[in-house]
């Protein structure tokens, strides 16, 4: 006789943040200087200048890898999660961020882009939601003007850190979102460490900070890995 017992339905695979993944980002940016941008300063003339940005656009791409400690079945002590997730994360931003002009005191400063290399630690709240902190290399382009008329104008090459934090979330197995802060501080530029009076981008002392906030899309590669399941 036909049996009448319903076929048997496997549980849902556990979702997994392991694998690779790129996306876009757009967001907005704003100065962090916490020095003065005083070439007069006393400070200045040793380089000692915080170059002082507006806030404007920020907008790029990103490409990272993740990988979940504990493989499909991790979790955290007392069912908080789907565990640990260790990555890393590069990208490059276009800004709009400068504020231009010639001033005989504060000379236009602009960022016309910068990118980062970047750790990421972060910790499943569920299997869909991830925060985490992320932290590592930065760099970008720095022009900045002149301040008298025999002053030429310098674009440098400027390096430093960055570190923040963010919150990612899966809207369909391959499609995550994220919202992400960060601080970032560059400092150095492409010419000697003498004679600057703090106009230039060459010493080591003259930095350029800000901070950034955005928004972005990744799309994830899990080669051989079970899909991740948002409504999981």
């Known amino acids: ?13 556990p979702p997994t943040w392991t694998g690779l993944y790129a ?3 757009i967001g907005g940016g704003w100065n962090a200087g916490n020095g003065n941008a005083n070439v007069w300063n006393l400070n200045g003339w040793n380089g000692g200048v915080s170059n002082n940005l507006s806030s404007g656009v920020i907008g790029g791409g990103q490409v990272g890898y993740n990988y979940q400690l504990g493989g499909l079945n991790g979790s955290l002590p007392g069912g908080l999660g789907r565990g640990i997730v260790v990555g890393a994360e590069a990208d490059f931003q276009g800004t709009s961020m ?3 002009g010639y001033n005989w005191s504060q000379p236009g ?7 980062t290399v970047r750790g990421r630690l972060g910790l499943g709240l569920t299997p869909a ?10 760099y970008g382009s720095v022009n900045r003007n002149g ?13 430093g850190w960055t570190a923040g934090g963010g919150v990612e979330y899966m809207l369909t197995p391959v499609v995550s979102t994220k919202l992400e802060y960060l601080y970032t501080d560059l400092s150095g530029g492409n010419t000697n460490t ?6 230039g981008l060459n010493n080591v002392n003259n930095h ?3 901070n950034t906030v955005r928004a972005g899309v990744n799309y994830h590669i899990n080669f051989g890995g079970a899909p991740v399941i948002a409504a999981y």
Request: no cysteine.
């Open 1 to 13: 006789l036909p049996s009448r017992k319903e076929a048997v339905v496997p549980p849902p695979t």
């Open 23 to 25: 996306g876009l980002n």
């Open 98 to 100: 400068g504020s231009g």
């Open 109 to 115: 400063v602009a960022l016309n882009w910068f990118g």
């Open 129 to 138: 939601l991830l925060v985490y902190g992320t932290g590592g290399f930065a």
């Open 147 to 159: 301040v008298l008329y025999y002053q030429q104008g310098y674009t440098a090459s400027q390096t």
């Open 194 to 199: 003498w004679n600057n009076w703090g106009v």
């Open 208 to 210: 350029t900070r800000w």
